[in-house]
């Protein structure tokens, strides 16, 4: 990992960053957004308009609380989830393999965040059944009720195995709940 | 605020994280935020963000025509970025 923010610097007006911006995390925002996006042209389209929020906000990364990489795969994530709502549809995804698993340090591309160890630590640790509604969700994009009919787990179980496995990563990640500067609801 | 919005607050950050909200829970969340006064809260999407980073084993190159035409979009910003102290 690096601590030459490339996001810090396009907050503190350096247009060089903003190239740097794309070199550095244009493969992780188009692999994102190939998940989230039944076409390339829309993949296309969307990782335009991730770059462009992710330059608008580059001044609330805040390096204390999360690694770029980190931050950069939610703002990608906030703006793929609006897009297919949007479409009123969800992502395309390839089918959860029988016995699929969290990949392994070893099985990574090369720079793991640490948020994301840490994340595959929670999501070992969790029981299985509660892991497999976490992915579904998260990395799947299924709704509660496609997770509902696809577990024959009541609606309740589904949210609560949700929250908790995402509190239990941001447990692990240290989260406090402290506020993110600048930041607005539904944004 | 009591438990129960205290509850129905986390509920809505974790929709939020995973299969986002409507205008109408936005709204309900808005509400709810203004009146935890403790802000914007980012736990969840973060720990969604994690989860994906976790999960993705591979990335795919980004098509040479796709960077090519996100940078021209990138140096169009960078002319008008609001911090650019030149």
């Given at each position: 990992?690096?601590?030459?923010?490339v996001?810090?610097?396009i907050a503190?007006?350096?247009?060089?960053?903003?190239?740097?911006?794309i070199?550095?995390?244009?493969?992780?925002?188009?692999?994102?957004a190939?998940r989230?996006?039944?076409?390339?042209?829309?993949?296309?389209?969307?990782?335009?308009?991730?770059?462009?929020d992710?330059?608008?906000?580059?001044?609330?990364?805040?390096?204390?609380?999360?690694?770029?990489?980190?931050?950069v795969?939610?703002v990608?994530?906030?703006?793929?989830?609006?897009?297919?709502?949007?479409?009123?549809?969800?992502?395309?995804?390839?089918?959860?393999?029988?016995?699929?698993?969290?990949?392994g340090p070893?099985?990574?591309?090369?720079?793991?965040?640490?948020?994301?160890a840490l994340?595959?630590?929670a999501?070992?640790?969790?029981?299985?059944?509660?892991?497999?509604?976490l992915?579904m969700?998260?990395?799947?994009?299924?709704?509660?009720?496609?997770?509902?009919?696809?577990?024959?787990?009541?609606?309740?179980?589904v949210k609560?195995?949700?929250?908790?496995?995402?509190?239990?990563?941001?447990?692990?990640?240290?989260?406090?709940?402290?506020p993110?500067?600048?930041?607005e609801?539904?944004? | 605020?009591?438990?129960?919005?205290?509850?129905?607050l986390?509920?809505?950050?974790?929709e939020?994280?995973?299969?986002?909200?409507?205008?109408?829970?936005?709204?309900?969340?808005?509400?709810?935020?203004?009146?935890?006064?403790?802000?914007?809260?980012?736990?969840?999407?973060?720990?969604?963000?994690?989860?994906?980073?976790?999960?993705?084993?591979d990335?795919?190159?980004m098509p040479?025509?796709?960077?090519?035409?996100?940078s021209?979009?990138?140096?169009?910003?960078?002319?008008s970025?609001?911090?650019r102290?030149?």
């Amino acid at each position: 990992m690096t601590d030459d923010f490339v996001l810090t610097r396009i907050a503190a007006g350096d247009a060089d960053a903003v190239q740097e911006c794309i070199d550095r995390y244009g493969n992780l925002v188009w692999t994102i957004a190939r998940r989230f996006t039944r076409s390339t042209a829309e993949a296309e389209d969307a990782v335009q308009d991730v770059f462009i929020d992710l330059w608008k906000s580059a001044g609330r990364f805040d390096p204390s609380r999360a690694s770029e990489s980190a931050f950069v795969a939610m703002v990608a994530r906030r703006r793929l989830i609006d897009l297919v709502r949007r479409a009123e549809r969800r992502p395309q995804t390839t089918a959860m393999p029988e016995g699929f698993d969290v990949p392994g340090p070893d099985e990574h591309h090369l720079e793991v965040s640490a948020e994301a160890a840490l994340a595959a630590r929670a999501l070992q640790r969790i029981r299985p059944e509660q892991r497999n509604v976490l992915m579904m969700s998260v990395y799947h994009g299924m709704t509660h009720a496609e997770i509902v009919e696809e577990t024959g787990l009541p609606l309740g179980t589904v949210k609560s195995h949700i929250r908790r496995g995402l509190t239990e990563v941001r447990r692990l990640l240290g989260e406090t709940g402290a506020p993110l500067p600048n930041r607005e609801a539904g944004e | 605020m009591n438990a129960r919005d205290r509850a129905r607050l986390d509920e809505l950050l974790a929709e939020r994280a995973t299969q986002g909200l409507d205008g109408v829970a936005t709204e309900e969340l808005r509400a709810l935020l203004a009146a935890s006064a403790q802000g914007d809260d980012e736990g969840f999407d973060l720990a969604a963000a994690a989860i994906e980073l976790a999960l993705l084993v591979d990335l795919e190159e980004m098509p040479a025509r796709v960077r090519n035409r996100l940078s021209l979009r990138g140096r169009a910003w960078a002319r008008s970025m609001p911090g650019r102290d030149q």
